[in-house]
């Protein structure tokens, strides 16, 4: 497995998570990495990316100021902390890597498996 998601779960509106996802670093220590996340019913949408190098990040308008992406080359992890989680947050969230720094789904090819995150009101 070359992407490996964890620590998602059930909060409450207001509470917080930390998604971690472990990656191969001999496949992906060059790529950029993204998170994602599909509600029922609807499209995957972009949620935050970091670059190779961890120096450049952008986010969904929906979670700036809410969620940090931040990538630990050390220990090839890239994490998701996500602050003030509202329900409309509830979604299986992804990891994704891609050889170029991308905001839309097109621009990744490898997908790890998903987390469930749900956000109660």
């Known amino acids: 497995v070359q992407l490996q998601a964890s620590g998602g779960g059930l909060v409450q509106a207001g509470g917080s998570l930390r998604l971690s996802c472990a990656y191969s670093?001999?496949?992906?220590?060059?790529?950029?990495l993204g998170w994602f996340r599909q509600a029922p019913g609807k499209e995957r949408e972009f949620v935050a990316a970091v670059n190779w190098s961890g120096s450049v990040t952008d986010y969904a308008d929906s979670v700036k100021g809410r969620f940090t992406i931040s990538r630990d080359r050390d220990k090839n992890t890239v994490n998701l902390q996500m602050n003030s989680l509202k329900p409309e947050d509830t979604a299986v969230y992804y990891c994704?890597?891609?050889?170029?720094?991308?905001?839309?789904?097109?621009?990744?090819?490898?997908w790890g498996q998903g987390t469930q995150v749900t956000v109660s009101s």
């Open positions: 670093e001999r496949a992906f220590s060059n790529y950029a």
């Open positions: 994704a890597a891609g050889p170029r720094f991308r905001t839309n789904v097109d621009g990744y090819l490898n």
